[in-house]
C-alpha cells in the first residue's frame, strides 16, 4: 500500500494517464494532477481519485517547458511535503512518414515525450535523493522497441526515454532510487477508438494474446513498480503489450 506517498501523474487527464491516477489513488497515494489543457477532464480524474480517500492537486502545465517542470514541483512540495513517485505519462503523436513529416512535428514530438521525461526526472531528482527514496516510472511504448511506419518520431522519442530510463537508473540507484520503464502495447483509448474497424482487426492479429489491452492493465504494472517491494528492480522496461514485442 502507498499511504502517506505522494506521486505525480503527468498527462493525468484521461486514458492511461488517468487510469495510473485512479489505479495509485486506490493504493492510498495522493496524486498530483499534470494536465496540458483539459482542466474539466484532469477534475474528472481527481474526483475519482478522491473517492479512494486520498488528496488531489491539480497542476497545469507543459512538460517541455523547464519551468512549467520546476513548478509542478514546487506546488507538489508546497502541498504535500515531497515527492515520493513520479509517473512521466505526458505524451503526443504527431504521425507521418518520414519524407512527409515537417520539422516542427518531430520536434514537437520529441520535446513532450523525451525532454519532458528528462526535465521531470531532473526536477524530482534532488528531492529523492535526499530522502533516499523515491519511484521514478517512465512510459515508453513497443514502437519505440521494434519501430513502426509513419512513426519516426514516436519511436526516437520513446527508444530515447528507454536509453535515459537506463542511464538515470545507473546513476541514482544507490540513493534509494529506482528508475523504470513501461512499454505498452496497442491499448484501447481515444486513439485507437478512433481508426476504422479494419485497421483494429489488422491490429489485433499482430498481437499473440489476440485483442487489445485496457489502460488498466498498463496502470498495474505502474503500481508494481511504484511500490516499495520493487526496490531491487531498476532500469528495466516492462512491455505490456499482449505479447507482440518478445526479446
Known sequence: MMQGKTAIVTGASRGIGRAVALTLAEEGANIVINYAGNENAAAETARLCEKFGVQTLLVRGNVALSEDCSRLVEETVKAFGTVDILVNNAGITRDNILMRMSDEDFDQVIATNLRGTYLMMKAVSRIM?????GRIVNMASVVGLMGN??????????????????????????????????????IATDMTADLPEAAVSSLIASIPKGSLGSPEDVANAVKFLAADQSGYITGQVICVD????MM
Open 129 to 133: 535523493m535526499k530522502q533516499r527514496f
Open 242 to 245: 499482449g505479447g507482440m514485442c
Open 149 to 186: 511506419s509513419g512513426q519516426v518520431n514516436y519511436a526516437a522519442s520513446k527508444a530515447g526515454v528507454v536509453g535515459m530510463t537506463k542511464s538515470f537508473a545507473r546513476e541514482i540507484a544507490a540513493r534509494g532510487v529506482t528508475v523504470n520503464a513501461v512499454a505498452p502495447g496497442f
